[in-house]
């Protein structure tokens, strides 16, 4: 006998606690939406992910034809949960895509310019994903976050505006580099994470704030510029920004990617700006300790592929090292 998990008996008992309640029918709906967010917000496996979506499925089935506005309410609420859950088969980002264009139809017409916002924002994160596994357009996504910023402005919205300029970015840098335009999306991309820097700051945004530290230094470092000793220097500020807010106690795996980050970054910088000839070697055994110490915290964490990577990276630089060699990059991390 195959044993049922803790959340499959939870989801039953609300089934059947919401089944005996004195309510609507929309009501009832709204309690099961209420418990699948519930379960969706600290999901402690894939399992609690597609518990939350059985419930979703289940409010569907209450509203019916008669509720229109809250069924694409639970569809948007439902294509987030479908797209959060890990998997290799993008089947689950493909139907979060197909609810929330459904959920989008009905609240666009019907709901409020903040909720229309907060689904194309999410509808953009799809679409920016199933590009990223070949199967979407980068494009999809890219006009997504711009309507989205329709709404979410710097003045009333800084938070949602900062998490859009980091999308965009993300996604301008996503896009193959195979002509001179690629340098131009390598500016934008700066320019929207300095953009989202400008409304943001240390004390009340500290988690986009660092979000955006972080990648405005993987942009930074990875541009394709003729300035990039001075753009690498720019970097390493940012990313000790970013670990201003990030530390190994309360973020460790999103410290380790900075750590990491910056390791890479500053392996490739001379020890003296002013006189770049006299090479790197001091940065080099400086980056070498800081990819021991992101691999370490990644291995705590779980992320091995992570730890393997920064793992090859640090074995690398120690050859340069000894051989007196100079650095090359690798995979910036967000």
């Known amino acids: 006998m195959v044993a049922r998990n803790r959340t499959s008996d939870e989801v039953l008992a609300a089934k059947r606690g919401v089944q005996d309640a004195d309510a609507t029918t929309a009501q009832k709906a709204e309690m099961l939406m209420e418990m699948a967010m519930g379960i969706q917000q600290k999901p402690k496996s894939p399992d609690d992910l597609l518990a939350a979506v059985d419930l979703y499925e289940e409010a569907l089935e209450l509203c019916g034809a008669q509720d229109a506005l809250l069924a694409a309410r ?5 294509a987030t949960a479908l797209m959060s859950i890990p998997s290799e088969d993008t089947g689950y980002l493909a139907r979060a895509r197909d609810e929330m264009e459904v959920a989008l139809a009905t609240v666009s017409a019907e709901g409020k310019d903040e909720e229309i916002a907060e689904a194309e924002m999410n509808l953009g994160l799809i679409c920016q994903n199933l590009a990223g596994a070949g199967k979407g357009k980068i494009q999809d996504a890219i006009g997504a976050y711009q309507r989205a910023l329709r709404v979410f402005d710097k003045a009333q919205f800084p938070a949602e505006f900062a998490i859009l300029q980091n999308n965009l970015a993300t996604a301008f840098l996503s896009i193959p580099f195979s002509d001179e335009s690629g340098k131009m999306r390598e500016a934008l991309a700066v320019q929207s994470f300095e953009e989202g820097l400008r409304v943001v700051n240390l004390i009340d945004h500290p988690t986009e704030y660092a979000m955006l530290q972080n990648n405005l230094g993987n942009a930074l470092q990875y541009a394709s510029s003729s300035h990039r000793v001075e753009n690498g220097f720019r970097a390493l500020e940012a990313y000790d920004e970013a670990l201003k807010v990030r530390n190994e106690a ?5 410290f380790a990617n900075t750590v990491a980050n910056k390791a890479n970054c500053l392996s490739n910088l001379p020890d003296h700006p002013e006189a770049p000839e006299k090479g790197n070697k001091n940065n080099m055994i400086k980056a070498l300790g800081l ?3 992101a691999r370490k915290i990644f291995v705590a964490v779980g992320e091995m592929q992570k730890a393997q990577m920064v793992a090859d990276a640090a074995a690398e630089l120690q050859g340069l090292i000894s051989s007196g060699g100079s650095s090359d990059q ?5």
């Open 250 to 254: 309360d973020t460790p795996g999103e």
């Open 74 to 78: 639970v569809r948007a609420r439902m």
């Open 291 to 293: 990819y021991h110490e």
């Open 330 to 334: 690798f995979q910036s991390l967000q």
